[in-house]
């Protein structure tokens, strides 16, 4: 940065100048750079993809566990700040372990502006390792 008071010269004010040029071609408010999320609370809501929340996290439900066919377990997570409407979320399981693994179902019951909450069912009865992967992608608060 140029001391206060100090001349500048052509070759500095085109090298700022140049800079913001491509900072703004960069966001530029065409259509395809806004996110388009529906809401239950508030319907369609668009704004800018730079300014959409995204949050993805993950949660381990079990690690060499010995589980039981129809066996269900509870999880929850609650996002680092809040988000204006409920988010649209995403929950995937991950086997880490054994083939039992797979056979896994994991369901939102809920899904509110700070907190998911959600079950996972093991449909076959062994030692299982796995995780639950989280996105969550909504408008910011």
Do not use: H, W
Request: glycine share 6%; charged share 15%; no cysteine.
């Amino acid at each position: 940065m140029p001391d206060r008071g100090q001349p500048l010269d052509v070759t500095y004010v085109y090298d700022m100048a140049n800079a913001i040029n491509n900072v703004a071609s960069q966001i530029s408010s065409a259509t395809y750079n806004y996110t388009t999320i529906l809401t239950r609370d508030a319907g369609q809501q668009s704004i800018q993809t730079q300014a959409a929340k995204v949050v993805g996290s993950y949660i381990d439900i079990t690690n060499n566990e010995n589980v039981t066919a129809g066996e269900t377990k509870p999880f929850s997570y609650s996002y680092p700040a809040d988000f204006k409407y409920p988010p649209i979320v995403t929950a995937t399981v991950m086997n880490r372990g054994s083939d039992l693994g797979d056979d896994v179902t994991v369901t939102l019951r809920s899904v509110t502006n700070s907190r998911i909450d959600g079950i996972v069912k093991f449909n076959a009865s062994g030692q299982v390792t796995i995780t639950v992967n989280l996105l969550a992608i909504g408008i910011p608060t």
